[in-house]
């Protein structure tokens, strides 16, 4: 009796027992479905509200600076606002040289004509406009004047010129202008020009005198590319028949000079001992088939192979010294 009264009186802390068998149970919230597809547009509905942001601070500067550009004279525009000036645009359709595409390319090849096509529509006019400016440079730095003064058209002429003097005078004359605007391209309108008039001694030895100074200048610059860098040679890419590169053309000189007596052959032998394609190496050096001197290094070339030049007797320079000139 003491005990259930003492525990009515402090009361029982515990639970009843009702509270203590009921189960805890997890809430299930339940949320919407978002597709996948959502996400994607709402990441694409940014990028477009970026965009437009961009594109419309874009349109502000671009608005700020024509208004700035505007303000000033025309002289100090600048060339992409006269660029976007409509007036500007159409004047320089209407003053354009070229109409057309074709038009364009056929301009360049007028202003920048092969050299070969230099060779081919020389006039006698401008040998002896060459002479006349020759005969009125008296003294070295007016021949100097001359040389520097002379432009690509005018230095195709030196060759040719050279093969229609006969005075050591003149011919003296060209030559020190052949040096003093030694070039490869000069090189490139000489070797042409003796191909047409082989062999004329004047001007293979004129040609002879400038490849020994292009190998000297070739010489020294390869010497200060060892001392800087070392340079890749450039890889060879096809561009069709007869078609070349002229600035990569080989000097002649490298096989033998042109004002050698065995020119002729040292090309053929070098030909002949490379077990090389003949047409191949007239490709290679800028040999035109048909001129003088590609008919005189196929004619050795074929004694070469055919075994006719190991007996002199037989070759065909033997046997034209005893034609007459009527056969």
Known sequence: MADQERQRHTGDMRKPQRMAEREIRPVKIRLPQIKEDTHVKAAESQEVVAIRRQAVRFERETARILEAEAAKPAEQKSIRARRLDPLEISKRRSDLRYKTFRDAVQGCRDLHPLPVELI???LP??????IQQLTRARTREELTALADSLKYPDLAVLF???????????????????RLRASHYLYLCGWLTLQCTYPRSSVSKALADLCIILEDIRFARENERR??????????????????????????SGIA???????ISDIAGAVYDSGGDL???????AIYPGLPLAEAITVRYKEMV???????????????RFRKPGD
């Open 279 to 285: 047409n191949a190496f007239f490709h290679e050096y």
């Open 257 to 263: 000079l042109p004002n050698s007596r065995h020119f």
């Open 227 to 252: 001392v800087q860098r070392r340079s890749r040679p450039l890889p060879g890419v096809p561009l069709g028949p007869w078609r070349m590169v002229w600035s990569r053309v080989p000097l002649i």
């Open 120 to 122: 081919e529509n020389q």
């Open 160 to 178: 040719t010129a050279l093969a229609n003097l006969k005075k050591k005078e003149e011919t003296d004359l060209v030559q020190n202008l052949i």
């Open 125 to 130: 006019d401008e040998s002896n406009w060459l």
């Open 306 to 320: 055919s075994g006719v030049a190991a007996n002199p007797m037989l070759s065909q320079d033997f046997f034209d």
